[in-house]
């Protein structure tokens, strides 16, 4: 199989899976009881395991296979769920998670998992225990034929079931083998490799207990179980066997597949038509594999799904280019019309101009995407912090569907990962302290997005210990971020802002969370590279709310044209306050620097004529264009020639050559095909 084609899809469904299993798995730390929420983790770990054997992946699909064992034992109450079993599950997860995304580099996929291995089998072990206690004193809530499985305790999915029910159909006979090899044997991984050759001369193995890489690595005592599909007799598989040297004992035990066929499918959800697929093996044996595709989504949602498709966002880029390429035809064929007054190619450009429109339109909603994809992923991380911690943390998210570009999605992820750390660790209190000033044990974090106008809104609140005004000024002045003098004239919003400030921290003391004044200020200049901002407000003893505005788009953007000289300058309407025309008179002079009196406000001036280098064309004129524009709290006047007007534009990058030219965030193509560089005011500012 050509498994290249396959691969990106594997990837993006594989982490559909992981990130269902996610969420899963913290419903049912609340409803340990709730078969329903198991056999959903099951199923998805069913598919990716089908997925990862068919595309090759191995070691991907053992430890689902090991994971999926555990979660058939909760499914069919053998294993009670705790909150430890749900620790070494989701550490399986974290190590899937580190398997696909190995693969989605390039790499094999491989990991040592030796360690969650022996957990979950530990776990797995338990379960014979378990039965003998619930028979013994709860009158057994699960019937087993005991009379078949008294020697061994292994079991199997739906997976195995199917194959051996099929083997049985066609005259195999199922066997399990439980193999002890002597205690002063040395090299037992050789001898698990010579019984397993032994075994495949006369059938097929279908699992074994440990797997063969735990089998490989000797993390075994020295038993290990085979079940083995065969034509042969017991006898005549027990006697080849025992022909291997420092083999100790050996029980072949014939198995009643409709046992486990009974006990598998007890609190197994129906599937109806799902297709199987079946690997071919050499004529008269079983079917080596058989893998199921199976479906987690719901018969509605499999409707909908019919109508999707997966598009690579390069191509959207490169649609996005090329509608950019119509856009300068269409305002040249503008300009021909005019100068030709003819009315009926007019008509014909108008109407060109309006489905443009409608297909940039299109276009833009095609790359949107809801901020669901990130937000996530938070639950999960949020739960770990907060038992590492030990606090007690309910995280809600709201407006999840609300739909950001995916350029931006992709970027706004560590931010929030930045400012939900900041909140479990500095803001919400611990059980003792929380109850000591009369709130609930349990500290709510709240992650909210919604729409405004052009811009998408991101919070993140708590109900925490809020901010401490004089300790952050301490720490400020202690840093020389601010001066003792000015201390005083600070309002509450300008102190809070200080805990942007590289280098500052006010936890008392460095951990693995935090303490290294790192965090806060990445967040600032990641948001502001997004054309964003981020500001906080805080109540002592109340919370604090991290505000974050950002873009709908990054590719497309309404900026407002300005000339200067002969030269054509783009300037972001989020970043603009108002346009002014300013007598020569009301220009002032302080500590070497033009300024101006805006609304009480002094404003600094840049002239972009003389910051750009831009070369004079036009006489100085006693009146001056200035536009007003602001970065948080802070402003200044750029002094330009001319107003052009408002204007949507496509964003292009100034590609590899030009990677660092200050205070110019990309270029534009105008409809009349000139070249128009897009001014950055953060860095302006700044």
Known sequence: MEKNQYLDMFIDESKEHLQAMNDHLLKLENSPENVAIVNEIFRSAHTLKGMAATMGFEDLASLTHIMENVLDGIRNHKISVTSEILDVVFESVDDLEAMVFSIAGGGDGRRNVTKVVSQLEKIEKGESLKEKQLKENLSSTVELNTSEQTSTTETYDDFEVTVLTQATEQGFHVNQIHISLREDCILKAARVFMVFEVLEQVGEIIKSTPTVDVLEEENFDYDFTVTLITKESSE???????????????????????????????????????????????????????????????????????????????????????????????????????????????????????????????????????????????????????????????????????????????????????????????????????????????????????????????EVSDDGAGINREKVLKKAIQNGVVTKESEKSLTDRQVFELLFASGLSTADQITDVSGRGVGLDVVKNKIESLGGNVTVDSVLGEGTTFSIQLPLTLSIISVMLVEVQSEKYAIPLSSIIETAIVKDEDILAAHNQKVIDFRGSVVPLINLTDFFDVPRTRERDAYHSIVIVRKGEKMAGLVVDSFIGQQEIVLKSLGNYLTNVFAISGATILGDGQVALIVDCNALIK
């Open 236 to 458: 005549d598989v027990k006697n080849r066997i025992l022909k291997v040297s420092e083999i100790e004992n050996v029980e072949v035990t014939a198995i009643d597949i409709n046992t486990y066929k009974s006990t598998s499918s007890a609190d197994q959800p129906k599937e109806e038509n799902l297709p199987v697929k079946e690997d071919l093996v050499e004529e008269g044996s079983p079917n080596k594999q058989t893998v199921k595709k199976e479906t987690n989504q719901q018969e509605k949602a499999n409707n909908s799904a019919s109508k999707t498709i997966r598009v690579n966002i390069e191509r959207l880029d490169i649609l996005m280019n090329l509608f950019e390429e119509l856009v300068i035809d269409r305002g040249r064929l503008e300009q021909i019309a005019r100068d030709l007054k003819s009315s009926e190619l007019t008509e014909t450009v108008e109407h060109m101009s309006r489905i443009s429109g409608d297909l940039q339109n299109i276009i833009l909603n095609m790359r949107m995407v809801p901020v669901e994809q990130v937000f996530n992923r938070f639950p999960r991380m949020v739960r770990g912090l907060a038992k590492d911690l030990k606090k007690r943390v309910n995280l809600e998210i709201i407006g999840a569907e609300t739909e950001l570009d995916r350029t931006v999605i992709d970027e706004i992820g560590d931010p929030l990962v930045h400012l939900l750390r900041n909140s479990i660790d500095h803001g919400v209190e611990t059980p003792q302290q929380r109850l000591s000033v009369g709130k609930t044990e349990e500290g709510n974090i709240t992650l909210r997005a919604y729409h405004s106008g052009n811009h998408v809104f991101i």
